[in-house]
């Protein structure tokens, strides 16, 4: 009888026991958050790469942020260290502020830009999360959710807003240089048992998104502009009004030169005249903060027909379009320093031979031996058929992949080719444009350009006959490989 008492209160205690430290276990444990989320249906935060990726310079994201995200990150971050993108699939919020907090500022630590796919939903604490991202961006169909919070006993809105409880949100903000007006407006936007998905105002309003990229409307201005009539269709020897755009432009954004002025001369022989001839490059460019002394050329020549027979041909695509990307993207990186310091070259007389390209190889203002890519930029602003041909794969394919990562949810048709010698279905591009003198001297180049159409080196290449869309969607694209290249740049022995 005394033994049954005896067995009796122990199974007591021991039921009193697990029920007062059970709910601590499920809750504070992150083997208790893994239970905890199984029963609720959820799943805690996991970080992956996919099955199909050739580089690990994109992390992926999915679930809950529980106790152990931390670690998690940390471990991913310190065996990956070439990761420059979290996508974040469907991070519905998290359970363990404090750790989330922390693990956002290791991302922003590493530099990690964030980005929300197409149907992607984020909401709550892994909205905190996304914030963290030193670029962030969202894709048009993805979600983005926001609340209050809530205590024991309390919901944020009942503390006076000088208390501790609002700070460490507010300093975590401020960290993230987000507005700290967005912390107040999580908390009126819905109560914590609900979720307010953000409008695109909003999320602009909040600065939510950073810089997405090129300003595409400017790129439409120069494009028109210097395509002009009043341009006089840019022909070598009669392009000064051309030269003093680029010129201005390159010193109003502030570009650094490499001689004492942008303008880069240089004499040629004319083919059909046999006579001496002046052409004018121009060159700027922006300093890398990781490897300064190594260098990525964006290249475009700003040339054309100019005036045949008493007509202007003006060049919209045919290099206007180009030119306007050129400038845009010199204005976009000197705003967001590169890792490679990146050299922009406007290039004259290349509808004449590519003599501009080939003076700027045979008296380069740098090493060849150190400029690590040539990227050519040459048509780019019209296609009916809503495709942009990528030139050099073939011979340097160590590119493809990044430049195939970042066009596979895109708008456009990305077509890879006119690179092979061997390929005797297409013309072969790799001599045709600027990207030729390059070519010649081993340096690795890339080609954007499109197929030729009836406008091509007609009076008829005109802004009017452009398709808007298409080409801002094609200087997105560039800006973007641009980009990840240069922060992981393939086989680079720097």
């Known amino acids: 009888m005394k033994k049954g008492i005896i067995a009796f209160v122990a199974i ?49 994201m999915n679930g809950v942020i529980y106790s152990n995200t931390l670690y998690d990150i940390k471990e991913i971050l310190f065996e990956n260290p ?48 996304f914030l963290a991202g030193e670029k962030r961006n969202i894709h048009v169909t993805a979600k983005l959710g926001v609340h209050s919070w809530s205590g024991e006993d309390s919901v944020a809105l009942d503390f006076p807003k000088d208390h501790e409880e609002h700070k460490k949100y507010l300093n975590y903000y401020t960290e993230m240089n987000i507005p700290t007006a967005f912390y107040w407006y999580t908390l009126e936007a819905a109560p914590a048992d609900s979720i307010h998905w953000m409008t695109a105002n909003e999320i602009k309003k909040y600065d939510v998104v950073t810089d997405s990229g090129i300003e595409t409307t400017e790129l439409l201005d120069i494009q028109r502009q210097i395509s002009s009539d009043q341009y006089l269709g840019r022909g070598t020897g009669n392009n000064q009004k051309a030269q003093d755009f680029i010129r201005s ?52 020549h700003y040339d054309h027909l100019g005036v045949i027979n008493d007509t202007i041909y003006n060049g919209a695509d045919d290099n206007a ?133 009836p406008g091509y080196h007609q009076a008829s290449d005109d802004v009017e006959e452009i398709h808007p869309e298409y080409y801002k969607n094609v200087a997105k694209l560039i800006q973007k490989s641009i980009e990840a290249i240069d922060q992981n740049f393939p086989n680079s022995k720097q």
């Open 12 to 60: 007591i205690i021991v039921a009193i026991v697990t029920l007062y430290f059970f709910p601590q276990i499920l809750y504070t444990t992150s083997f208790g958050q893994r239970i905890l989320m199984k029963m609720e249906g959820d799943q805690v935060a996991e970080f992956y790469f996919k099955e199909n990726q050739t580089t690990k310079d994109t992390l992926y």
């Open 82 to 129: 070439e990761v420059t993108t979290l996508v974040m699939e469907e991070v519905p919020g998290s359970i363990d502020d404090e750790i989330n907090l922390l693990a956002s500022r290791e991302i922003r630590k590493h530099h990690i830009n964030t980005y929300i796919p197409k149907n992607g939903m984020v909401a709550s604490g892994g909205t905190d999360m």
């Open 249 to 300: 432009y390159f010193k109003d954004i502030g570009l650094e030169k490499l001689d004492a002025d942008y303008d880069s001369h240089f004499t040629f022989k004319d083919r059909k005249t046999k006579k001496e001839r002046t052409g004018t490059n121009f060159i700027g460019y922006v300093k890398g903060k990781t490897y300064p002394k190594k260098y990525i050329v964006i290249g475009a």
């Open 321 to 453: 379009s180009g030119t306007s990307a050129l400038l845009i993207l010199a204005k976009y990186f000197s705003k967001n320093q590169p890792q490679h310091s990146i050299l922009f070259a406007a290039f004259d007389a290349e509808e004449l031979g590519l003599f501009g390209s080939k003076h700027f190889v045979d008296n380069p203002p740098v090493l060849l031996s150190d400029i690590k890519l040539n990227i050519n930029m040459d048509m780019i602003s019209r296609n009916p058929k809503n495709e942009i041909y990528v030139v050099g794969t073939y011979p340097y394919p160590q590119f493809k992949p990044i430049i195939e990562s970042i066009a596979k949810d895109g708008p456009l048709t990305v077509s890879y080719g006119h690179d092979d010698p061997e390929d005797k279905t297409k013309d072969y591009w790799m001599f045709s444009s600027d990207n030729g003198p390059f070519f010649r001297k081993g340096i690795p180049n890339i080609t954007f350009s499109e197929e030729d159409h």
